[in-house]
């Protein structure tokens, strides 16, 4: 089995004896509210989905992230894992203390504060998304984030049920149901769409070379317009149960949010599948990007500054449904359409896999064709008056 990144699997989980006496100690510790988002990147740290992160982001961490991309001891880390409060509640806190995380009334995890430190909004949304235009959703986040940031090692207390426990597996859970499948070679494939036929054939083509196939779809805050979480797993159980040997594939949620960073986020994708055990991953035109902050194969071309990175890409091109060759397939491999021209010259022969055409024709309550998305997808979005965020 691959190992996690940075060597070991993060384990911040408190067992019982400990759990208990922090709960009947928790009134002596200082209580600092966070939200759901920071919940589920408590639980993702606490459970060894970030590997090899203990806590959140130090500054000397967070300034090597935005800087280098890589964390202060050299390993690639390319996307801030932080814990912002505000000035008044900074006031109240020293490095050295322990502070109680809590989601409503509910005690998630305390935290060991190693550092206190402010930040400039405008350099994180530069760096990390390499734009400060607000019309990027991650821009328009990034400058709503409190003023002040704590560092820390984490240990989680207790966390939320999830929406969906029956796909909700912790990287150790993932790494024993591939072993115990018999697999070595395992593809990652993220996505935070319903399948459309395009998927399909990059997933069968990758799994032609590897044991199986480990589909992870982003469950979390995503920006509108973007399939709602139910509908992704609905359409992607029904896909799977049609049109897949069940031995060579496996489902699996990532509870978090779509940064849409980018470049950036694909390597954090890949980090994140080394971690669940993936030994390679696919990468197709655009990944995490947003309307057109990103070159379309910027994604794959940022893999070239990280060969220590320990999980093997797999790229692919941009892909469509040729009516004459009868399949999917892409600029390499049809000779039906120029292959320096990205539309097609004859929209009776090429089918593109476009998300804003999907979206136009389910808005209007039509069936997509079958070239585009298999009659049992389709069947199960239709059944939602709105299936968008």
């Not at 589920?40 to 203990?54: F, M, Q, R």
């Not at 982003?218 to 069940?246: A, S």
């Not at 986020?265 to 390679?280: L, Q, V």
């Given at each position: ?67 280098s991309m890589r964390l202060s001891n050299d390993q690639a880390w390319t ?76 240990n989680l207390v207790d966390s939320p049920k999830s929406l969906y426990p ?171 359409a120029p292959a320096q021209n990205l539309e097609c010259p004859d929209p ?42």
């Amino acid at each position: 089995m691959i190992n996690p990144h940075g060597g070991n699997l993060i384990n911040r989980v408190l067992k019982d004896g400990k759990k208990e006496k922090l709960i009947n100690e928790k009134n002596e510790l200082l209580e600092i509210k966070v939200n759901q988002r920071r919940v589920k990147e408590i639980e993702n740290i606490a459970t060894g989905v970030y590997s090899p992160l203990e806590g959140f982001l130090v500054q000397n961490d967070l300034d090597n992230v935005m800087d280098s991309m890589r964390l202060s001891n050299d390993q690639a880390w390319t996307i801030p894992i932080i814990l912002d409060i505000t000035n008044e509640e900074a006031k109240k806190v020293s490095i050295g203390d322990t502070v109680r995380l809590n989601s409503g009334d509910q005690f998630i995890a305390t935290m060991d504060v190693e550092d206190k430190y402010s930040f400039n909004k405008k350099e994180l949304a530069e760096k990390v998304y390499g734009t400060t235009d607000m019309h990027h959703p991650g821009v328009t986040e990034a400058f709503k984030l409190k003023d002040i940031l704590l560092g820390g090692t984490i240990n989680l207390v207790d966390s939320p049920k999830s929406l969906y426990p029956r796909y909700h597996l912790s990287p150790a859970g993932t790494r024993k149901s591939f072993d115990d499948r018999g697999w070595k070679t395992i593809v990652g494939f993220q996505t935070r769409n319903v399948p459309h036929v395009g998927h399909e054939y990059v997933q069968k083509t990758a799994l032609t070379f590897v044991d199986g196939l480990f589909i992870n779809p982003v469950i979390g805050r995503k920006k509108p317009g973007d399939f709602k979480d139910e509908v992704i797993l609905q359409t992607y159980r029904v896909l799977i149960d049609n049109y897949y040997l069940k031995e060579r594939a496996m489902l699996a949620i990532l509870q978090t949010e779509m940064r849409y960073a980018g470049p950036r986020e694909a390597i954090f994708h890949a980090i994140i599948r080394k971690n669940y055990g993936c030994t390679h991953f696919i990468l197709g035109r655009d990944h995490a990007g947003v309307g057109n902050f990103y070159p379309p194969y910027a994604a794959q071309e940022i893999f070239e500054k990280f060969p220590d990175l320990g999980i093997s890409p797999l790229f692919f091109p941009s892909f469509f449904y040729c009516r004459t060759c009868g399949s999917s397939a892409n600029d390499k491999t049809c000779p039906h359409a120029p292959a320096q021209n990205l539309e097609c010259p004859d929209p009776e022969v090429r089918v593109e896999f476009s998300g804003t055409k999907l979206r136009d024709i389910l808005l209007k309550g039509e069936k997509p064709p079958p070239e585009m998305i298999r009659p049992e997808v389709a069947e199960v979005i239709l059944k939602w008056e709105n299936p968008f965020v």
